[in-house]
C-alpha cells in the first residue's frame, strides 16, 4: 500500500492513516485519510502583482468509479466478526493492580470495523485508482517564493472514503529580467550617461506593465534613488502596495563625441 501512495508527489510525513478519527462515542473505528500533496506553483513578477488563477492538472489518488470509493463490489461488505465492527479489540489482564483492560486496533479489519467480502475488479478493494484532476488553484497578489498555500481535502483520496488529503502549493517566483524584488518594493537599475546627467534628460523605466518615463534633473549625482510611488508590489492581503525605486548610475564614457564634448563646455 505505502508503495503505491509514496509515488504520488511529497508525502508530508503523514503516516498512510493519518488521522485516527476516534469517535467521541467511543466507537474507536479508524478513518482512513489520504495523504498531503504537494506541488510547486511558478509565478512570474506579472502575477505575483495582480493576482493568479493557475489551472494544474494533479496526478492523484481518486476514488474508484466502479465501486464510488467503497472497495466493495456491490454492496459486499460485511461487518468484522472479530472486532463486531468497533474497529477495536478488548483484552482484560491481570496485572498486579488487578484487573486492567486494554484495547487494540482490530488486526483482521485494519481498525475499520468492515470486512470487504467481494472486492471491486477495478481498484482490487482499496476504493481509490489513479487519476488526475485538474484544480483551479487563485493565487493571491503579494505572495513570495517558498510561501505555501494549501487547499483541504484537494489532495490524495483515502482508501475505502475516508477523508482526503490537502493539496499544498509552494510558490516558486521566476525572477524578472530587469526589476528586482525585495519585500512589496521593486529595484531598477537606471544607467545614465554623465553628458544625460549633467545635462538632465528623461528616460523610459520598466514596470511590472509597461513603462514610464521619469526625469532626471540637470546634475543628477550617481547613486540617486527615485522613487515611484505604488508601482511596487502590493501586500499580502493587505491594500498596501510597494514602491519602484531606481536607482540612478551615472557612467563616464572613455571618449566623448564632439557634440557631448560642446554640450559639457555649455553647463
Ligand atoms: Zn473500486
Ligand atoms: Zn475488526
Redo the contacts with the bound molecule.
Keep these: 500500500m505505502d508503495d503505491i501512495f509514496s509515488q504520488f508527489g511529497d508525502i508530508f510525513g503523514d503516516s498512510f492513516f493519518g488521522g485516527r478519527g476516534r469517535s467521541s462515542g467511543g466507537g474507536g473505528r479508524r478513518v482512513n485519510r489520504g495523504t498531503n500533496l504537494r506541488i510547486k506553483v511558478k509565478l512570474n513578477l506579472q502575477d505575483i502583482a495582480n493576482g493568479a488563477e493557475k489551472k494544474i492538472k494533479v496526478n492523484k489518488m481518486v476514488a474508484?468509479n466502479?465501486?464510488s470509493g467503497s472497495?466493495a463490489k456491490g454492496t459486499a461488505y460485511e461487518s468484522c466478526k472479530v472486532c463486531n465492527g468497533h474497529g477495536v479489540v478488548s483484552r482484560v489482564t491481570q496485572t498486579i493492580l488487578g484487573a486492567m483492560q486494554t484495547q487494540s486496533t482490530c488486526s483482521s479489519c485494519s481498525g475499520e470495523g468492515k470486512i470487504i467480502k467481494d472486492k471491486?475488479n477495478?481498484?482490487h478493494g482499496d476504493?481509490v485508482v489513479r487519476g488526475e484532476e485538474t484544480i483551479t488553484i487563485n493565487m493571491p497578489a503579494g505572495v513570495a517564493d517558498g510561501m505555501q498555500l494549501s487547499m483541504s481535502g484537494k489532495g490524495n483520496a483515502a482508501v475505502r472514503g475516508g477523508v482526503n488529503g490537502d493539496l499544498l502549493i509552494v510558490v516558486e517566483e521566476e525572477e524578472h529580467a530587469e526589476l528586482k524584488r525585495d519585500g512589496v518594493n521593486l529595484f531598477y537599475d537606471c544607467y545614465v550617461n554623465f553628458a544625460d546627467a549633467a545635462l538632465g534628460t528623461s528616460v523610459e523605466v520598466p514596470l511590472v506593465e509597461g513603462k514610464a518615463k521619469i526625469k532626471i534633473e540637470p546634475g543628477t549625482q550617481s547613486g540617486k534613488v527615485l522613487r515611484l510611488k505604488g508601482k511596487g508590489v502590493p501586500e499580502i492581503n493587505s491594500y498596501g502596495r510597494g514602491d519602484l525605486l531606481v536607482n540612478i548610475n551615472v557612467w563616464t564614457p572613455t571618449s566623448l563625441s564632439s557634440d557631448e564634448k560642446k554640450n559639457i563646455g555649455a553647463i
Design positions: 474508484c466502479t465501486c472497495g471491486c477495478t481498484c476504493g
